[in-house]
Protein backbone atom coordinates (compact mmCIF):
# COMPACT_ATOMS: atom_id res chain seq x y z
CA UNK A 1 0.00 0.00 0.00
CA UNK A 2 0.85 3.52 -0.09
CA UNK A 3 3.38 4.66 2.63
CA UNK A 4 3.74 8.10 3.96
CA UNK A 5 4.19 10.80 1.74
CA UNK A 6 5.77 14.29 2.17
CA UNK A 7 4.99 17.59 -0.12
CA UNK A 8 7.19 19.46 -1.03
CA UNK A 9 10.46 17.84 -0.90
CA UNK A 10 12.45 20.41 -1.21
CA UNK A 11 11.86 23.55 -0.53
CA UNK A 12 14.57 27.20 -0.12
CA UNK A 13 12.67 29.88 1.54
CA UNK A 14 14.26 32.91 1.94
CA UNK A 15 14.99 34.64 5.40
CA UNK A 16 12.07 35.67 6.98
CA UNK A 17 9.25 34.06 4.84
CA UNK A 18 6.64 31.76 5.89
CA UNK A 19 6.59 28.18 4.58
CA UNK A 20 4.34 25.10 5.04
CA UNK A 21 5.07 21.38 4.84
CA UNK A 22 2.38 19.02 4.00
CA UNK A 23 2.11 15.26 5.71
CA UNK A 24 0.12 12.59 4.48
CA UNK A 25 0.32 9.63 6.83
CA UNK A 26 -0.54 6.02 5.83
CA UNK A 27 -4.33 5.28 5.42
CA UNK A 28 -5.81 4.93 8.88
CA UNK A 29 -2.76 5.35 10.91
CA UNK A 30 -3.95 7.19 14.48
CA UNK A 31 -0.72 8.65 15.14
CA UNK A 32 0.96 11.17 13.35
CA UNK A 33 4.77 12.52 14.68
CA UNK A 34 7.18 15.67 12.86
CA UNK A 35 10.52 15.28 13.53
CA UNK A 36 13.86 17.33 12.57
CA UNK A 37 17.01 15.90 11.10
CA UNK A 38 20.27 18.03 10.40
CA UNK A 39 22.71 17.18 8.47
CA UNK A 40 24.80 13.89 9.99
CA UNK A 41 22.68 13.41 12.81
CA UNK A 42 19.37 11.58 13.91
CA UNK A 43 16.00 12.99 14.03
CA UNK A 44 14.73 15.14 16.80
CA UNK A 45 11.32 15.00 18.15
CA UNK A 46 9.05 18.17 17.38
CA UNK A 47 5.23 17.47 17.87
CA UNK A 48 3.15 14.30 18.06
CA UNK A 49 -0.59 14.12 16.89
CA UNK A 50 -3.10 11.17 17.93
CA UNK A 51 -6.23 11.56 15.51
CA UNK A 52 -6.59 15.06 15.56
CA UNK A 53 -5.24 15.93 19.34
CA UNK A 54 -2.12 17.14 19.54
CA UNK A 55 -1.10 15.87 22.67
CA UNK A 56 2.94 16.40 23.01
CA UNK A 57 4.01 19.98 21.59
CA UNK A 58 7.21 19.54 23.69
CA UNK A 59 10.03 19.76 20.94
CA UNK A 60 8.87 22.76 18.64
CA UNK A 61 11.91 25.22 18.64
CA UNK A 62 9.87 28.42 19.22
CA UNK A 63 6.51 29.98 18.97
CA UNK A 64 7.38 30.23 15.00
CA UNK A 65 6.41 26.35 14.63
CA UNK A 66 3.01 25.23 14.10
CA UNK A 67 1.33 22.19 13.38
CA UNK A 68 -1.91 21.19 12.80
CA UNK A 69 -4.02 18.12 11.92
CA UNK A 70 -7.71 19.38 11.99
CA UNK A 71 -9.30 15.83 10.07
CA UNK A 72 -7.19 13.42 11.86
CA UNK A 73 -5.58 12.58 8.44
CA UNK A 74 -2.91 15.19 6.65
CA UNK A 75 -1.00 17.04 9.05
CA UNK A 76 0.99 20.57 8.11
CA UNK A 77 3.72 21.43 9.67
CA UNK A 78 4.16 25.48 9.33
CA UNK A 79 6.88 27.60 9.99
CA UNK A 80 6.35 31.40 10.15
CA UNK A 81 9.31 33.79 9.74
CA UNK A 82 12.11 31.33 8.88
CA UNK A 83 15.71 31.28 10.06
CA UNK A 84 19.00 29.95 8.60
CA UNK A 85 19.10 27.60 11.94
CA UNK A 86 15.63 26.34 10.14
CA UNK A 87 17.45 24.78 7.53
CA UNK A 88 17.24 21.31 7.64
CA UNK A 89 14.92 17.89 6.50
CA UNK A 90 11.76 17.69 8.10
CA UNK A 91 10.12 13.76 8.41
CA UNK A 92 6.87 13.12 9.35
CA UNK A 93 5.74 9.25 10.90
CA UNK A 94 2.81 7.62 11.29
CA UNK A 95 1.98 4.81 13.15
CA UNK A 96 -1.39 2.48 13.44
CA UNK A 97 -0.99 2.75 16.85
CA UNK A 98 -1.99 4.95 19.80
CA UNK A 99 1.72 5.10 21.38
CA UNK A 100 5.24 5.54 19.88
CA UNK A 101 4.91 1.71 18.22
CA UNK A 102 6.25 1.19 14.58
CA UNK A 103 6.40 4.23 13.39
CA UNK A 104 6.77 4.72 9.11
CA UNK A 105 8.55 7.97 7.69
CA UNK A 106 7.67 9.35 5.23
CA UNK A 107 10.50 10.84 2.65
CA UNK A 108 10.90 14.35 4.41
CA UNK A 109 11.28 18.01 3.20
CA UNK A 110 14.69 19.42 3.02
CA UNK A 111 14.22 22.96 4.14
CA UNK A 112 16.73 25.51 2.81
CA UNK A 113 16.69 29.18 4.54
CA UNK A 114 19.00 31.38 2.31
CA UNK B 1 13.96 13.44 29.26
CA UNK B 2 15.64 10.49 27.78
CA UNK B 3 19.23 10.49 26.33
CA UNK B 4 20.25 7.75 23.48
CA UNK B 5 23.87 7.06 23.22
CA UNK B 6 25.25 5.32 19.99
CA UNK B 7 28.97 3.50 19.24
CA UNK B 8 30.56 3.19 16.84
CA UNK B 9 29.54 6.21 14.71
CA UNK B 10 31.48 4.53 11.96
CA UNK B 11 31.95 0.72 11.50
CA UNK B 12 33.95 -0.65 8.26
CA UNK B 13 33.23 -4.36 7.64
CA UNK B 14 34.23 -6.93 5.42
CA UNK B 15 31.61 -8.36 3.27
CA UNK B 16 30.31 -11.91 5.06
CA UNK B 17 31.45 -10.58 8.41
CA UNK B 18 29.33 -9.81 11.19
CA UNK B 19 28.50 -5.63 12.13
CA UNK B 20 27.79 -4.84 15.89
CA UNK B 21 26.09 -1.56 16.88
CA UNK B 22 25.84 -0.58 20.66
CA UNK B 23 23.00 1.39 22.72
CA UNK B 24 22.43 2.95 25.70
CA UNK B 25 19.39 4.86 27.13
CA UNK B 26 18.64 6.98 30.16
CA UNK B 27 15.03 6.95 31.17
CA UNK B 28 14.05 3.63 32.70
CA UNK B 29 9.96 3.95 31.60
CA UNK B 30 11.55 3.22 27.69
CA UNK B 31 10.28 -0.13 26.86
CA UNK B 32 10.04 0.04 23.09
CA UNK B 33 13.55 -0.04 21.07
CA UNK B 34 13.68 0.46 17.22
CA UNK B 35 16.43 0.25 14.76
CA UNK B 36 16.21 2.42 11.77
CA UNK B 37 18.25 1.78 8.66
CA UNK B 38 18.95 5.53 6.29
CA UNK B 39 20.34 5.35 3.05
CA UNK B 40 21.62 8.50 1.71
CA UNK B 41 18.73 11.22 0.55
CA UNK B 42 16.25 8.47 1.82
CA UNK B 43 13.73 7.83 4.48
CA UNK B 44 14.28 6.52 7.69
CA UNK B 45 13.62 2.42 6.85
CA UNK B 46 12.00 0.37 10.57
CA UNK B 47 13.82 -2.97 10.34
CA UNK B 48 13.08 -4.15 13.59
CA UNK B 49 12.27 -3.78 16.78
CA UNK B 50 12.14 -5.00 20.38
CA UNK B 51 9.86 -4.17 23.34
CA UNK B 52 10.94 -4.76 26.81
CA UNK B 53 9.16 -7.80 27.65
CA UNK B 54 11.46 -9.68 25.33
CA UNK B 55 15.41 -10.07 25.50
CA UNK B 56 16.01 -10.41 21.64
CA UNK B 57 14.64 -10.68 18.32
CA UNK B 58 15.74 -12.26 14.90
CA UNK B 59 14.97 -11.38 11.97
CA UNK B 60 16.58 -13.29 9.14
CA UNK B 61 20.40 -11.74 9.12
CA UNK B 62 19.19 -9.01 12.04
CA UNK B 63 18.82 -9.34 15.95
CA UNK B 64 18.32 -7.24 18.52
CA UNK B 65 19.28 -7.71 21.98
CA UNK B 66 18.03 -6.00 25.17
CA UNK B 67 19.48 -5.88 28.69
CA UNK B 68 16.74 -3.60 30.83
CA UNK B 69 19.11 -3.63 33.37
CA UNK B 70 21.89 -2.30 32.38
CA UNK B 71 19.91 -0.07 29.92
CA UNK B 72 21.79 -1.16 26.69
CA UNK B 73 20.85 -2.87 23.46
CA UNK B 74 22.17 -3.96 20.09
CA UNK B 75 21.71 -4.63 16.81
CA UNK B 76 23.86 -7.53 15.25
CA UNK B 77 23.84 -7.94 11.41
CA UNK B 78 25.27 -11.00 10.15
CA UNK B 79 26.81 -12.34 7.30
CA UNK B 80 26.90 -8.93 5.31
CA UNK B 81 25.68 -7.50 2.17
CA UNK B 82 27.25 -4.12 0.24
CA UNK B 83 23.30 -3.30 0.20
CA UNK B 84 23.74 -3.30 3.98
CA UNK B 85 25.67 0.10 3.83
CA UNK B 86 23.92 2.88 5.53
CA UNK B 87 23.34 4.80 7.97
CA UNK B 88 21.61 2.74 11.58
CA UNK B 89 20.00 4.65 13.95
CA UNK B 90 18.83 3.31 17.53
CA UNK B 91 16.20 4.82 19.50
CA UNK B 92 14.37 4.59 22.45
CA UNK B 93 10.49 5.39 23.73
CA UNK B 94 8.17 4.74 26.18
CA UNK B 95 4.58 4.27 25.21
CA UNK B 96 1.73 5.76 26.90
CA UNK B 97 -1.64 5.08 25.95
CA UNK B 98 -3.66 8.70 25.03
CA UNK B 99 -1.10 10.62 26.40
CA UNK B 100 2.06 13.11 26.18
CA UNK B 101 5.51 11.56 25.77
CA UNK B 102 4.71 8.94 23.14
CA UNK B 103 8.27 10.14 21.33
CA UNK B 104 11.12 8.37 20.33
CA UNK B 105 14.77 9.92 21.01
CA UNK B 106 17.18 8.37 18.79
CA UNK B 107 20.61 8.21 19.09
CA UNK B 108 23.60 9.94 16.93
CA UNK B 109 23.97 7.19 14.35
CA UNK B 110 26.47 4.24 13.04
CA UNK B 111 27.62 4.69 9.65
CA UNK B 112 28.36 1.14 8.24
CA UNK B 113 30.01 0.68 5.25
CA UNK B 114 30.60 -3.23 4.00
CA UNK B 115 33.48 -3.51 1.82
CA UNK B 116 33.54 -6.14 -1.04
Known amino acids: GAGVSQSPRYKVAKRGQDVALRCDPI?????LFWYQQALGQGPEFLTY????????KSGLPSDRFFAERPEGSVSTLKIQRTQQEDSAVYLC????????????FGPGTRLTVT | GENVEQHPSTLSVQEGDSAVIKCTYS??????FPWYKQELGKRPQLIID?????GEKKDQRIAVTLNKTAKHFSLHITETQPEDSAVYFC???????????????FGGGTRVLVKP
Open chain 1, 93 to 104: ASSHAGTAYEQY
Open chain 1, 27 to 31: SGHVS
Open chain 1, 49 to 56: FQNEAQLD
Open chain 2, 27 to 32: DSASNY
Open chain 2, 50 to 54: IRSNV
Open chain 2, 91 to 105: AAAPTRVKAAGNKLT
